[in-house]
């Protein structure tokens, strides 16, 4: 089997098939064209397998009913205005964005992290999201992508949430992580007229922001989601929630290792199936896979 059901949800950017050579993208749909014909309707029939999206038009169905209509008009304007710059694929799909605001009002963010902004569609939807008094934490190599919607965020006003630092996430991560508070200087067993070399002295450091994100969206360089993963663990509180976006990554993760794709698919394809295989043996998180957008995983911090 080449696809699978699964892979007729990967048109949030631009179709799926756009990212594999012509004759692959044929041989894949006449490969789930037979396959609807043979076996899927039967998979469909068994207990447990629902894959509800088959098709272009359940999904243009569900923008059109519950996503369009519901999205707030900034966001809207910030869609229209990426839709025109010339790396518009990178933009998080308007389904996504409402995914995204509903999330973070389910779970009560306030202080939440960003890696990987672009215009800032995700960043706009979390702004408006979170309380007047919520903070995003939003970092990226680009800062001239982020001031293309810097003025509608501003218009919609809640620029004053969001805390833009240019340059890789990674360091800003490592900082957050080593940051402390303060030095306690800990004495135990102290007794007058012991020697100084017999007492137990001890320094504690108290971490400044360790458990302190209640929420942080991964939408950046996919060769360093392990290693943003290491350092989100100690950064989001027990309770919070990671997402990380293209877990499923334009359907590459199950096509063939042979298969002709784009360069940068499959550069980037073996670290989405590691980090895929790293979350589901991670037992610090609770995990759900979703087919929204380009596959996102949510991971809640359980330890
Ligand atoms: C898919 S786009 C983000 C899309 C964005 N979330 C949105 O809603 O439009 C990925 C972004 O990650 C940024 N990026 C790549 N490597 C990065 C790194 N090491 N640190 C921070 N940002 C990075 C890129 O500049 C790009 O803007």
Not at 41 to 53: A, C, I, M, P
Not at 122 to 142: E, H, Q, R, Y
């Amino acid at each position: 089997m080449v696809g699978g059901p699964h892979l007729f949800l990967f048109h949030r950017r631009g179709n799926w098939d756009r990212h594999l050579l012509p004759p692959v993208a044929a041989k894949v749909r006449s490969a789930m064209a037979s396959e609807n014909k043979d076996g899927e309707q039967h998979r469909h029939q068994e207990v447990g397998h629902k894959s509800l999206l088959q098709s272009d038009a359940l999904y243009q169905y569900i923008l059109e009913t519950s996503v369009y209509p519901r999205e707030p008009e900034p966001m809207k304007e910030l869609r229209d205005i990426t839709a025109k710059h010339p790396w518009n694929l990178m933009t998080t799909s308007a389904d996504e964005g409402q995914f995204l605001g509903m999330l973070l009002k389910l779970i009560n963010a306030k202080n939440t992290m960003e890696i990987g902004v672009y215009t800032g569609y995700s960043l706009l939807a979390t702004a408006l999201a979170l309380p007047d008094d919520g903070k995003i934490l939003a970092m990226d190599i680009n800062r001239e992508n982020f001031e293309i919607g810097l003025p509608v965020i501003q218009k919609a006003g809640v620029a004053h949430k969001i805390d833009f630092r240019e340059g890789p996430a990674l360091p800003v991560l490592d900082q957050l992580v080593e940051d402390v508070n303060s030095i306690r200087l800990q004495i135990s067993d102290f007794q007058i007229n012991r020697r100084l070399d017999e007492l137990k002295i001890e320094f504690c450091a108290q971490a400044k922001n360790h458990g302190s994100f209640d929420f942080v969206f991964v939408d950046a360089d996919k060769d360093n989601y392990i290693n943003y993963h290491k350092r989100l663990l100690e950064l989001v509180k027990v309770g919070g929630v990671i997402a990380y976006d293209n877990t499923l990554w334009n359907g590459s993760v199950v096509a063939p290792p042979d298969a002709p794709m784009r360069k940068y698919i499959r550069y980037y394809r073996d670290f989405v199936i590691e980090l895929n295989k790293a979350l589901a043996a991670d037992e610090r998180i609770e995990i759900c896979q979703l087919p929204v957008g380009d596959g996102v995983t949510i991971c809640r911090r359980v330890k």
